[in-house]
């Protein structure tokens, strides 16, 4: 039976207390992690959010009702404990922060007691997730979990701090939204007051930030909660928040300047790491053709050779053909695996396939037992053909060589994936390492061949480079972006770009992008009107919070630092939904659902 908390105060929290505090009468409350009756001695272990501390009941100390009462203790009883504090003596134990001392128990509280467990409150479990989803409160009482949600909060405090000090207005801004394309799926939200129309959870504050530049709050931030209907991954969710900033009269020296100090900051504040600043600084460009990717791991070498010239003139078919076709060939020299077994590169040929490449052509230096080449290839290049592409690849004995042929798109995709799983297959990545990295100019659009047209890399109120606007109508993808990511271990954790100010470029950026006049007034007007009236130039970034606090924590999923996260498919296995409403509800709302075929 549950008993009432009445004149009792909890002195501190359990892991609070230490050896200083021997010989004090406190008052502990917590969850009981274990219970142990040995007879004559009941030992608990009380934990709360901040660790555990063992409580000890001797019948000739708490007598007799309380010690019957410590008997009928288990798992996930919430309890109050009053008693001495006394050392452990020779039976500390030091796994635990106040293994040197225990609490000598003289009255026991049961605040409320705990039904059967679906599963064990344990630090490392093997329970199914969607179980552990299910009963996400029991999980969350977990010692990791507790320590993610606690580092969460203390980045979103450092955050917060850094802002207001450097002239940061914190406002938030509606949830309730016009919806507009150019980005994931929405959220919609139906009215009851005009029927048939909706509203959208927003993706992002984009407009609205850009709003309040125009408003005259010059520097913006907003923790901002936003909804993107798109399919789950481990650092994806439906619903995220994004450390969200804008800055008027800022270029992107201001923004990388600001947000340098915020990375400081923010790494010093919750991890005591020292980020080195200026933080390097790669276009897009060199990122894409040295690493295949916008994001690359700078946390280990092989980079990406391109040897097109040579290798599209060798007698090789496979690459002469690539060339010709205006392809590239391109590889990664791997030091000193050229010993490497054929099944594991055929592993790595499977990686390509699986990145839309048609295979991997080898070469291992000198790696036969002759101490010739071995290669998929070299027989059908001259001797002055194979030592001319080995030299372009300033390869050493005993390397290894693996090269793409294709298109351009394709080989990055290919080999920046390669890439990646040699670090993780030859153990090349530093997992202590915090490699921070500046992507700039992004190409500000790029083409669909799902759709035909144009659509904008990051999104359609990105200034293009001042230099690049010439080419706008003769060549728009030669356009270049003044838009920045920034990227840690391999990962982008926030991106951002200068804002277009001039109503004329905003409207003709809409242009390229395939809207009339009419549909950008539509899903625009309101921006395009506003920018009438003294826009003053505006830049801004925005992180995945989520994703920072995952990286932090050192977890495998974004999920493990959210409170309720939703499963893969969009779920929430706690609460039941998506769920279906009242029909009442429904007819409220001029809504009827059809069945789709």
Same mark, same amino acid.
């Given at each position: 039976?549950?008993?009432?908390?009445?004149?009792?105060?909890?002195?501190?929290?359990?892991?609070?207390?230490?050896?200083?505090?021997?010989?004090?009468?406190?008052?502990?409350?917590?969850?009981?992690?274990?219970?142990?009756?040995?007879?004559?001695?009941?030992?608990?272990?009380?934990?709360?959010?901040?660790?555990?501390?063992?409580?000890?009941?001797?019948?000739?100390?708490?007598?007799?009702?309380?010690?019957?009462?410590?008997?009928?203790?288990?798992?996930?009883?919430?309890?109050?404990?009053?008693?001495?504090?006394?050392?452990?003596?020779?039976?500390?134990?030091?796994?635990?922060?106040?293994?040197?001392?225990?609490?000598?128990?003289?009255?026991?509280?049961?605040?409320?007691?705990?039904?059967?467990?679906?599963?064990?409150?344990?630090?490392?479990?093997?329970?199914?997730?969607?179980?552990?989803?299910?009963?996400?409160?029991?999980?969350?009482?977990?010692?990791?979990?507790?320590?993610?949600?606690?580092?969460?909060?203390?980045?979103?405090?450092?955050?917060?701090?850094?802002?207001?000090?450097?002239?940061?207005?914190?406002?938030?801004?509606?949830?309730?939204?016009?919806?507009?394309?150019?980005?994931?799926?929405?959220?919609?939200?139906?009215?009851?007051?005009?029927?048939?129309?909706?509203?959208?959870?927003?993706?992002?504050?984009?407009?609205?930030?850009?709003?309040?530049?125009?408003?005259?709050?010059?520097?913006?931030?907003?923790?901002?909660?936003?909804?993107?209907?798109?399919?789950?991954?481990?650092?994806?969710?439906?619903?995220?928040?994004?450390?969200?900033?804008?800055?008027?009269?800022?270029?992107?020296?201001?923004?990388?300047?600001?947000?340098?100090?915020?990375?400081?900051?923010?790494?010093?504040?919750?991890?005591?790491?020292?980020?080195?600043?200026?933080?390097?600084?790669?276009?897009?460009?060199?990122?894409?053709?040295?690493?295949?990717?916008?994001?690359?791991?700078?946390?280990?070498?092989?980079?990406?050779?391109?040897?097109?010239?040579?290798?599209?003139?060798?007698?090789?078919?496979?690459?002469?053909?690539?060339?010709?076709?205006?392809?590239?060939?391109?590889?990664?020299?791997?030091?000193?695996?050229?010993?490497?077994?054929?099944?594991?590169?055929?592993?790595?040929?499977?990686?390509?396939?699986?990145?839309?490449?048609?295979?991997?052509?080898?070469?291992?230096?000198?790696?036969?037992?002759?101490?010739?080449?071995?290669?998929?290839?070299?027989?059908?290049?001259?001797?002055?053909?194979?030592?001319?592409?080995?030299?372009?690849?300033?390869?050493?004995?005993?390397?290894?060589?693996?090269?793409?042929?294709?298109?351009?798109?394709?080989?990055?995709?290919?080999?920046?994936?390669?890439?990646?799983?040699?670090? &993780?297959?030859? @153990?090349?990545? !530093?997992?202590?390492?915090?490699?921070?990295?500046? =992507?700039?100019?992004?190409? #500000?659009? *790029?083409?669909?061949?799902?759709?035909?047209?144009?659509?904008?890399?990051?999104?359609?109120?990105?200034?293009?480079?001042?230099?690049?606007?010439?080419?706008?109508?003769?060549?728009?993808?030669?356009?270049?972006?003044?838009?920045?990511?920034?990227?840690?271990?391999?990962?982008?954790?926030?991106?951002?770009?200068?804002?277009?100010?001039?109503?004329?470029?905003?409207?003709?950026?809409?242009?390229?992008?395939?809207?009339?006049?009419?549909?950008?007034?539509?899903?625009?007007?309101?921006?395009?009107?506003?920018?009438?009236?003294?826009?003053?130039?505006?830049?801004?970034?925005?992180?995945?919070?989520?994703?920072?606090?995952?990286?932090?924590?050192?977890?495998?999923?974004?999920?493990?630092?959210?409170?309720?996260? &939703?499963?893969? @498919?969009?779920? !929430?296995?706690?609460?039941?939904?998506?769920?279906? =409403?009242?029909?009442?509800? #429904?007819? *409220?709302?001029?809504?009827?659902?059809?069945?789709?075929?």
């Amino acid at each position: 039976m549950a008993e009432s908390m009445q004149g009792l105060k909890r002195t501190a929290r359990c892991a609070e207390f230490t050896v200083n505090d021997i010989g004090r009468t406190v008052t502990v409350m917590g969850w009981v992690q274990k219970s142990r009756n040995k007879g004559g001695l009941v030992f608990t272990d009380i934990r709360d959010r901040s660790g555990i501390i063992q409580a000890v009941f001797e019948e000739d100390i708490c007598g007799s009702a309380v010690f019957a009462k410590a008997g009928t203790l288990h798992s996930e009883y919430c309890i109050a404990v009053t008693g001495e504090i006394r050392s452990r003596g020779t039976d500390a134990n030091s796994n635990i922060a106040t293994g040197a001392i225990e609490v000598e128990a003289k009255d026991l509280r049961i605040l409320s007691e705990s039904a059967v467990l679906p599963f064990q409150i344990e630090d490392e479990t093997n329970t199914r997730e969607e179980l552990r989803l299910k009963y996400r409160y029991l999980d969350l009482r977990r010692a990791p979990l507790q320590r993610n949600i606690a580092l969460r909060s203390k980045l979103a405090i450092s955050v917060r701090n850094y802002m207001d000090e450097n002239g940061f207005l914190e406002i938030e801004t509606p949830t309730f939204i016009k919806s507009t394309p150019e980005g994931a799926r929405d959220y919609l939200v139906p009215s009851r007051v005009h029927q048939g129309e909706f509203y959208a959870l927003p993706q992002s504050p984009q407009l609205l930030k850009q709003l309040l530049m125009v408003s005259g709050f010059d520097r913006y931030f907003q923790l901002a909660r936003c909804y993107r209907d798109e399919d789950l991954r481990a650092d994806r969710q439906p619903e995220f928040t994004q450390i969200d900033m804008e800055l008027s009269f800022a270029d992107v020296d201001t923004v990388i300047e600001v947000n340098e100090g915020l990375i400081k900051r923010m790494f010093k504040d919750v991890l005591n790491v020292d980020v080195e600043i200026p933080i390097q600084r790669m276009t897009w460009q060199t990122a894409m053709d040295v690493y295949g990717s916008d994001k690359p791991d700078l946390r280990f070498g092989l980079p990406i050779r391109d040897v097109s010239e040579i290798a599209g003139s060798s007698g090789f078919s496979v690459f002469k053909n690539a060339v010709e076709a205006g392809g590239v060939v391109r590889g990664i020299r791997v030091p000193g695996e050229g010993h490497m077994p054929r099944k594991k590169i055929d592993a790595l040929t499977d990686v390509a396939k699986l990145f839309g490449g048609k295979g991997l052509a080898y070469l291992c230096v000198n790696a036969a037992e002759d101490g010739s080449h071995k290669s998929s290839f070299t027989k059908f290049m001259t001797p002055e053909e194979t030592d001319a592409l080995i030299k372009a690849m300033d390869a050493e004995k005993g390397d290894l060589l693996v090269f793409a042929a294709d298109k351009l798109n394709i080989v990055r995709n290919v080999l920046g994936n390669v890439r990646l799983e040699l670090g &993780k297959q030859l @153990d090349l990545i !530093d997992k202590t390492a915090w490699k921070f990295l500046w =992507v700039t100019e992004f190409p #500000l659009l *790029e083409w669909s061949e799902e759709e035909q047209r144009f659509t904008a890399m990051h999104h359609p109120f990105t200034m293009p480079m001042d230099e690049d606007w010439q080419y706008i109508d003769s060549d728009p993808g030669r356009v270049r972006a003044k838009a920045y990511d920034i990227v840690l271990n391999g990962t982008e954790i926030g991106g951002g770009s200068v804002r277009i100010h001039q109503a004329d470029i905003q409207e003709k950026m809409l242009s390229v992008l395939g809207f009339t006049p009419e549909q950008a007034n539509k899903q625009f007007g309101f921006l395009l009107e506003a920018f009438k009236y003294g826009v003053p130039p505006h830049a801004g970034l925005a992180y995945g919070l989520d994703r920072v606090a995952m990286w932090m924590a050192g977890a495998e999923s974004i999920r493990d630092v959210m409170a309720f996260p &939703k499963l893969k @498919d969009a779920s !929430d296995a706690m609460m039941g939904a998506p769920s279906e =409403v009242d029909p009442k509800q #429904l007819d *409220e709302l001029g809504i009827a659902v059809v069945e789709k075929e």
